[in-house]
């Protein structure tokens, strides 16, 4: 709050593809996908036409004992690209509301199953999942944890896979096992006790970026069998194609086929940043958990706002999108694209980590001086929006995540100001 009293709100007027557009005619590039949840471009032509098409039909009906095509499509849909492992959803508004139900559903399943004391959950550190209560309990960042630690029933914490952390002769897949490896010694410790590891796939998203090798998820996957404990994949900010596939958990295999958790939380990207809308997808043998003519054994959780046809819609024609430009293929040719333009900054000497998965590219800045250190996110904000870009690095790491319908042009444009934004602020 105070910092706005001398650096001004940007008073956003309208906005056009990547662009947004203050009130004084001002474009910046929206490199971070407005908080990682625009994913075709603002005022996209196709997604205004279906919320346009639906408003004239249905703008909102509550989901109980009530239901409408959109949802259902969408449930569909969802359900066909997990050839149908996950194939029951549960929706609400927003990714820490996602993060909530897989907890409790995960919580009620054990109990419901005659193993009432499979009542804690595992987190990595520095994991981001959200600011309410229970999503709050399995976030890994001293400052909520100062703020609010006595109303929270704390996670486990364990090692993150973060390649970063790689020891001499490590790989990323060395890193990977060794945090798997620390994973079971505590499931191993608390047996009969546990009831979910949750983790981003690939990506760590609010921890700097922090990306992981793809064995990290079968490992997982692997020990959560073997102990009976569920996995939950925060896919709200890596889902939707962000880091290559369309889930980020098609990346890993196991058992000769690909990783699918127990719970998987979407949000963000899944109406292509237009409306909230969240949800949980699971399997058949949850939902078969609470299929009881006795109320108590139902879950117990509910939104006023759940299934909005409007936010159902504005996802169905982002699924769409999806595949009538066969988006991940030429997602593919743009991040190559966007990766050469960066070289520059990649080998740059203040530069270490440079790292990329799927249409996330991030870097860490080398900064010696602790003053200039600690405010560098705020003076690099400040700086790229007077060379037309939004980028809000997190703490020293500086990120991209822009939407994918950059041009060449505008990615020659990203990547050159970017590079030239690092060096006023670091002092090259």
Known sequence: MQHHETMPLVPVSHARGAWLFDTDGKRYLDAISSWWVNLFGHANARINAALKDQLDMLEHAMLAGFTHEPVVALSEQLAARTNHVLGHCFYASDGASAVEIALKMSFHFWRNSGQAGKQEFICLQNSYHGETVGALAVTDVQLFRDAYGPMLQRAHVVATPDARDA??????????????????????????????????????????????????LSEVRALCDRYEVHLI?????????????????????????????????????????????????????????????????????????????????????????????????????????????????????????????????????????????????????????????????????VYLMPPYILGDEEIDLLAGRTKAVFEQVVGA
């Not at 060794?178 to 983790?199: D, F, K, N, P, S």
């Open 167 to 216: 020891r001499d002769g490590e790989s990323a897949a060395d890193v990977a096992r060794r945090a798997a490896g620390a994973l079971e010694t505590l499931l191993q410790e608390r047996a009969g006790r546990i009831a979910a590891v949750i983790v981003e796939p690939l990506v760590q998203c609010a921890a700097g970026m922090a990306m992981h090798d793809p064995a990290y």
């Open 233 to 397: 994949a925060d896919e709200i900010a890596v889902g939707c194609g962000r880091t290559g596939t369309f889930f980020a958990c098609e990346q890993a295999t196991h058992q000769n086929g690909t990783v699918w958790p127990d719970f998987l939380c979407l949000s963000k990207g899944i109406s292509g940043g237009y409306l909230p809308l969240s949800l949980v997808m699971t399997r058949g043998t949850i939902y078969q958990a609470f299929y009881d003519t006795d109320t108590r054994r139902g879950f117990l959780h509910s939104h006023s706002y759940t299934g909005n046809p409007l936010a159902c819609r504005a996802a169905l024609a982002t699924l769409s999108i999806f595949e009538e430009d066969d988006v991940l293929a030429r997602n593919r040719v743009r991040a190559e694209r966007l990766t050469q333009a960066l070289a520059p900054l990649a080998g740059h000497p203040h530069v270490r980590h440079f790292r990329q998965r799927g249409m996330i590219w991030a870097f860490d800045a080398v900064i010696d001086d602790a003053s200039k250190a600690a405010t560098f996110a705020r003076r690099f904000f400040t700086a790229a929006l007077d060379q037309e870009l939004l980028l809000r690095p997190i703490g020293r790491t």
